[in-house]
């Protein structure tokens, strides 16, 4: 998702609170930054915000940080926080390229990605969100048992994602290729932005959740 660049979003973000600035300086401290020391869990990729700000609404036990690469969403996001105001909820505005240059060893408990980008090329396949080498970053931070939970209606990259949960010797705990159709997994189910869009199409939404130990 990528909206046309909205003018004075780089300097909006830049004086948010709502942002971690320099999230590197963080990488350990969560808990500090938080004040407390709830889990942690993470969505890669929130777009404007909806999924993650709703959790943070209903689980004031959870810590919450959103990941965005482009300032032009982030914004939406941080305008709804402005509104919310949850303490459970920060934002970073960085490409998940770099995650473990932010999280600590068994910093966080839990993954969200939804609808990522399918960078449906076979060159771009380690630029996917599910892919191997993401796998292999997400191990540096999660704790043993942390999850990564996974939607989207891209039936090749869900396909893709389940092979590479399997390579990467993760336990794949729960799967369904048609979420809203599916009483056990769609129980408490938050809707994300492209969900709601795609799922009005009539198009099935896939899940899965793995664990990084098997
Ligand atoms: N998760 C939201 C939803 O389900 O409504 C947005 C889905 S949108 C298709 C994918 C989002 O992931 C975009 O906002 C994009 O900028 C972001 N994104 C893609 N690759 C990313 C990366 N490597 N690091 C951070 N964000 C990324």
């Given at each position: 998702m990528r909206l046309r660049n909205i003018k004075g979003s780089r300097e909006t973000i830049g004086a948010s609170?709502?942002?971690?600035?320099?999230?590197?300086?963080?990488k350990g401290r969560w808990s500090e930054l938080f004040g407390n020391d709830h889990p942690i869990h993470v969505e890669i990729g929130m777009g404007k915000g909806k999924f993650i700000s709703e959790l943070a609404g209903l689980h004031p036990e959870i810590n919450y940080i959103g990941i965005e690469k482009y300032s032009s969403v982030l914004v939406r996001a941080i305008e709804k926080q402005s509104e919310?105001?949850?303490?459970?909820l920060k934002f970073i505005r960085m490409d998940?390229?770099?995650i473990t240059g932010v999280f600590a060893p068994d910093e966080v408990e839990r993954i969200y990605l939804n609808?990522?980008?399918?960078?449906?090329?076979d060159r771009h396949a380690r630029r996917r969100l599910t892919s191997r080498e993401f796998l292999a970053r997400y191990e540096q931070f999660l704790i043993p048992d942390g999850r990564l939970e996974f939607k989207t209606d891209n039936r090749d990259l869900f396909e893709f994602s389940l092979e590479e949960v399997e390579a990467a010797g993760w336990k794949l705990l729960a799967c369904t290729r048609d979420l809203h159709r599916d009483p056990e997994l769609c129980r408490d189910n938050v809707m994300t932005e492209y969900e709601e869009r795609f799922s009005s199409m009539g198009n099935p939404i896939h899940k899965l959740i793995a664990c990084r130990i098997g």
């Amino acid at each position: 998702m990528r909206l046309r660049n909205i003018k004075g979003s780089r300097e909006t973000i830049g004086a948010s609170d709502f942002v971690v600035h320099e999230a590197e300086q963080q990488k350990g401290r969560w808990s500090e930054l938080f004040g407390n020391d709830h889990p942690i869990h993470v969505e890669i990729g929130m777009g404007k915000g909806k999924f993650i700000s709703e959790l943070a609404g209903l689980h004031p036990e959870i810590n919450y940080i959103g990941i965005e690469k482009y300032s032009s969403v982030l914004v939406r996001a941080i305008e709804k926080q402005s509104e919310l105001l949850y303490p459970n909820l920060k934002f970073i505005r960085m490409d998940a390229e770099y995650i473990t240059g932010v999280f600590a060893p068994d910093e966080v408990e839990r993954i969200y990605l939804n609808f990522s980008d399918p960078w449906p090329k076979d060159r771009h396949a380690r630029r996917r969100l599910t892919s191997r080498e993401f796998l292999a970053r997400y191990e540096q931070f999660l704790i043993p048992d942390g999850r990564l939970e996974f939607k989207t209606d891209n039936r090749d990259l869900f396909e893709f994602s389940l092979e590479e949960v399997e390579a990467a010797g993760w336990k794949l705990l729960a799967c369904t290729r048609d979420l809203h159709r599916d009483p056990e997994l769609c129980r408490d189910n938050v809707m994300t932005e492209y969900e709601e869009r795609f799922s009005s199409m009539g198009n099935p939404i896939h899940k899965l959740i793995a664990c990084r130990i098997g």
